[in-house]
């Protein structure tokens, strides 16, 4: 057994134990930051200001003062319980009517490759 973390979500694997585990570094690090940006905040036990909430903008007008409203919560969020992560930039498309995809583009300390995180939002 030699991982990080359980990969979520959570699969049987007996070769790692029980379940699947993630033993790459990046691979943890973008779970993580997925896990903030999902997490509605009040969500997490013990911890009621922790998490971006991303879907309690599913139905908010997708216009550039909604996007900067995220984007400006996503930066707070991350400095403040993953201050190891840069996130250099936030990339919303609305390819059509129900779903927009937001890419996150961020860099860790230490690792000189920039990693991307894509979140479809329908």
Do not use: C, W
Request: glycine share 8%.
């Amino acid at each position: 057994m030699s991982g990080l973390s359980p990969k979520l979500p959570l699969s049987s694997n007996y070769v790692d134990g029980k379940f699947t585990l993630i033993s790459d570094i990046s691979e943890l690090v973008g779970q993580n930051l997925k896990n903030l940006i999902l997490t509605i905040p009040g969500e997490r036990i013990m911890n009621p200001l922790f998490g971006v909430g991303l879907k309690r903008f599913l139905f908010e007008m997708n216009d550039l003062s909604v996007q900067a409203r995220i984007s400006g919560i996503i930066g707070e969020q991350v400095a403040t319980y993953m201050p190891f992560v840069a996130v250099d930039d936030v990339i919303y498309s609305d390819e059509n009517s129900h779903v927009v995809n937001i890419e996150l583009h961020y860099s860790v300390d230490g690792f000189e490759e920039s990693e991307i995180l894509n979140i479809p939002l329908s």
